[in-house]
């Protein structure tokens, strides 16, 4: 009942009911990254705040960027403009978001005695996102289904045990060979703390929720089921009010195993082959991709011709459009623009 009474109010319900296999009279589109620097008035509010996460703890302001893909790009959902970071953060590890390089923490996990010191995040622990998520319902007024988001335990495990981005992510990885055991146990922390964290997002509003799982390529297809797997089962299982989507960055050996949880929609990355990628997913879950971001580097008529291909490949039922990654922020916005257009003016 809830489901149907949450779909019945949004004037437009397009993204929602393809999450949930329905059929839908064209194909929705959204872009992860779509609130970010590819946009001028979000670097004009970004230049207002002072830093990133200045601007992320902020409700009124991650409110605004929130709302602006949806008023200036005309997609089809929000997503809720905040971090992956949040969760090691409220968990007791502080990191700073260095400008051109990426998150820095300022302390690392080690051992045993750092994993035992951190807490299990509650809901209050972030009420600056859950805060912003209630802005940004009102705010909608019912225009479009809201998205909230976590990182997948994996990923959070490697920047916590890393403290940076990395190529290979090797001490994430050395973790995982030479303590196993309480590398679980650091998984299951996260694993709990993103659960309550998801939980709390669902009870302010959100309509759909994504897992990103960005270092999900990084694992071998038998680590990947040991240290990554599990753990998003349990968080698809946890939370059955909402759609989630499991996008796996990198993780074409995962696609069939993915297709076993308990979630609607599996997100796609560039290098996933669509006919493939759905033979191997079954007919049942939504996909959403999984276009190149480059693409948009394109002229306007290369954009238009490969996206029409791309969703002739989706063959227009069961498809969210979305890039394969987020958009890179020299990406000009009329291109972006151009996506979006092609995408809903296309026939099924």
Known sequence: MNKQLITATLQNDILLRAARGEKTERVPVWLMRQ?????????????QMGSFKDLLKTPEFAC???LQPVDILGVDAAIIFSDILVIPEAMGLNYEMIESKGPLFEKTIKNKHDIEALQITQANDLAYVIQ????TKRALNNR?????????????????????????FAQ???????????????LDKITQSTIHYLQAQVAAGVNLLQIFDSWAGILSPQQYTSFSLPYLKRICDAIPQVP???FAKGAFF???????????????????????????IGPDKTLQGNMDPCLLYADYNTIKTETIKMLQQFGGHKHIANLGHGLYPDIEKDKVRCFI????????
């Open 35 to 47: 609130a970010g620097r590819v946009l001028p008035e979000y670097r004009a509010v970004r230049k």
């Open 64 to 66: 605004e960027v929130t």
């Open 132 to 135: 912003a998520i209630k802005l």
């Open 144 to 168: 479009v289904p809201l998205i909230g988001f976590a990182g997948a335990p994996w990923t959070i495990f490697a920047y916590m045990i890393e403290g940076s981005g990395s190529k290979t």
């Open 172 to 186: 994430a990885k050395k973790f995982l060979y030479t303590q196993p055991e309480w590398a679980h146990l650091l």
């Open 244 to 246: 989630i989507t499991l």
């Open 254 to 280: 995962a696609r069939q195993q993915l297709s076993e949880l308990n979630c609607a929609v599996i997100g796609l990355d560039w290098n996933m082959d669509i006919a493939e990628s759905r033979a191997m």
């Open 341 to 348: 257009d092609t995408v809903k003016e296309y026939k099924i």
